[in-house]
């Protein structure tokens, strides 16, 4: 298939090109490279895919109405896998205009191509900050997110209601998923691991916020990839049961779905650190602070709709995929 993927500069974005390109399908890669962080390690990322023959790199910002009306128009993909976005919780709180021009207009663009361009299928980019105020565990897509804690949650939770009213609208098959804490080798520097490993090697001191006792549902990218890769394959439809007397907020009678794709296995901030101590073979020096303004004490991903409708099984153990980090990031920093 002809598939245009956003952010293949980024993290996610270039796994799931290479594993797309594997498998023979070709690749319209679109991303800006902004600086938000090192815009080598993204350059880097970049060069591993240009010298395949299906990948075209189009290096420009999904808030650009015209340009976007314009690479819909040329390539005409046949699905769309959405996932350039203005990440990071905490940088909501100093930079909200970067979060309306690339969440909220950027999608809005994704979802006029789509529509007028005759896409199949979009798959975007949520997130597991979403359920925001919610305490139940774990977190379901068929619970109500009404309560978001930061600029960025809110305008992940904005995504999907977008996505919905063009699935009901025009027809556009949609799948939203709500990402859980997505670490591993080519990850981003703002994201725990990245930091920690770097620091705990070079003998810094870490911030440890909520003193470690923060509880995340790590995913380890390869498995990401094969969920994205899963559901972009398995098109969306409606719920033929769905009641607006009583509405499931993960389903529709338009043709739309809400995934988690999570390890389903939450593990304390306190054992990441202990896991990255072993594998770098160095003490960490840990700066205990309180939790943050934006930042949620847990997450836990329920996954039995993606394992049902998809097949997913997440297979990478928390000390698997630290391990093949640090190896990552010791071999690229030459460290």
Same mark, same amino acid.
């Given at each position: 298939?002809?598939?245009?993927?956003?952010?293949?500069?980024?993290?996610?974005?270039?796994?799931?090109?290479?594993?797309?390109?594997?498998?023979?399908?070709?690749?319209?890669?679109?991303?800006?490279?902004?600086?938000?962080?090192?815009?080598?390690?993204?350059?880097?990322?970049?060069?591993?895919?240009?010298?395949?023959?299906?990948?075209?790199?189009?290096?420009?910002?999904?808030?650009?109405?015209?340009?976007?009306?314009?690479?819909?128009?040329?390539?005409?993909?046949?699905?769309?896998?959405?996932?350039?976005?203005?990440?990071?919780?905490?940088?909501?709180?100093?930079?909200?205009?970067?979060?309306?021009?690339?969440?909220?207009?950027?999608?809005?663009?994704?979802?006029?191509?789509?529509?007028?361009?005759?896409?199949?299928?979009?798959?975007?980019?949520?997130?597991?900050?979403?359920?925001?105020?919610?305490?139940?565990?774990?977190?379901?897509?068929?619970?109500?997110?009404?309560?978001?804690?930061?600029?960025?949650?809110?305008?992940?939770?904005?995504?999907?209601?977008?996505?919905?009213?063009?699935?009901?609208?025009?027809?556009?098959?949609?799948?939203?998923?709500?990402?859980?804490?997505?670490?591993?080798?080519?990850?981003?520097?703002?994201?725990?691991?990245?930091?920690?490993?770097?620091?705990?090697?070079?003998?810094?001191?870490?911030?440890?916020?909520?003193? /470690?006792?923060?509880?995340?549902?790590?995913?380890? &990218? +390869? @498995?990401?990839?094969?969920? $994205?890769?899963? =559901?972009?394959?398995?098109?969306?439809?409606?719920?033929?049961?769905?009641?607006?007397?009583?509405?499931?907020?993960?389903?529709?009678?338009?043709?739309?779905?809400?995934?988690?794709?999570?390890?389903?296995?939450?593990?304390?901030?306190?054992?990441?650190?202990?896991?990255?101590?072993?594998?770098?073979?160095?003490?960490?020096?840990?700066?205990?602070?309180?939790?943050?303004? /934006?930042?949620?004490?847990?997450?836990?991903?329920? &996954? +039995? @709709?993606?394992?049902?409708? $998809?097949?997913? =099984?997440?297979?990478?153990?928390?000390?698997?995929?630290?391990?093949?980090?640090?190896?990552?990031?010791?071999?690229?920093?030459?460290?």
């Amino acid at each position: 298939m002809r598939i245009l993927v956003t952010g293949t500069a980024g993290f996610i974005g270039a796994q799931l090109a290479h594993r797309l390109l594997e498998r023979g399908d070709e690749v319209i890669g679109v991303d800006n490279l902004n600086d938000y962080y090192d815009v080598s390690l993204k350059e880097a990322r970049l060069a591993r895919l240009t010298g395949n023959p299906g990948f075209v790199e189009v290096r420009e910002d999904i808030a650009d109405r015209e340009v976007m009306a314009d690479i819909f128009s040329e390539y005409r993909p046949e699905r769309v896998v959405h996932l350039a976005a203005q990440a990071g919780v905490r940088y909501s709180l100093e930079n909200p205009d970067a979060y309306v021009d690339a969440n909220l207009v950027g999608f809005m663009n994704i979802l006029e191509g789509c529509r007028h361009n005759d896409v199949k299928h979009l798959v975007y980019a949520s997130s597991s900050s979403v359920y925001g105020a919610n305490e139940a565990m774990p977190f379901s897509v068929h619970d109500n997110v009404d309560h978001p804690l930061s600029l960025y949650a809110a305008s992940k939770k904005a995504n999907e209601l977008m996505a919905h009213t063009y699935s009901h609208l025009y027809g556009l098959p949609t799948t939203g998923l709500r990402f859980f804490t997505v670490y591993g080798p080519w990850g981003r520097p703002d994201m725990a691991l990245f930091i920690f490993t770097k620091k705990i090697l070079a003998g810094e001191p870490i911030d440890v916020f909520n003193h /470690g006792s923060h509880k995340r549902d790590f995913t380890y &990218i +390869d @498995d990401i990839v094969e969920g $994205v890769v899963r =559901t972009l394959d398995q098109v969306a439809v409606p719920n033929k049961d769905w009641s607006g007397a009583a509405p499931d907020p993960g389903t529709s009678k338009a043709p739309y779905r809400i995934y988690n794709i999570g390890s389903n296995n939450p593990v304390e901030l306190s054992r990441f650190i202990e896991i990255i101590e072993k594998q770098t073979g160095k003490k960490a020096r840990k700066n205990l602070l309180p939790m943050q303004p /934006g930042d949620v004490p847990a997450t836990y991903a329920n &996954i +039995d @709709d993606l394992i049902r409708d $998809v097949g997913y =099984t997440p297979k990478t153990s928390v000390e698997e995929g630290i391990a093949n980090f640090v190896d990552w990031y010791r071999k690229f920093y030459q460290v």
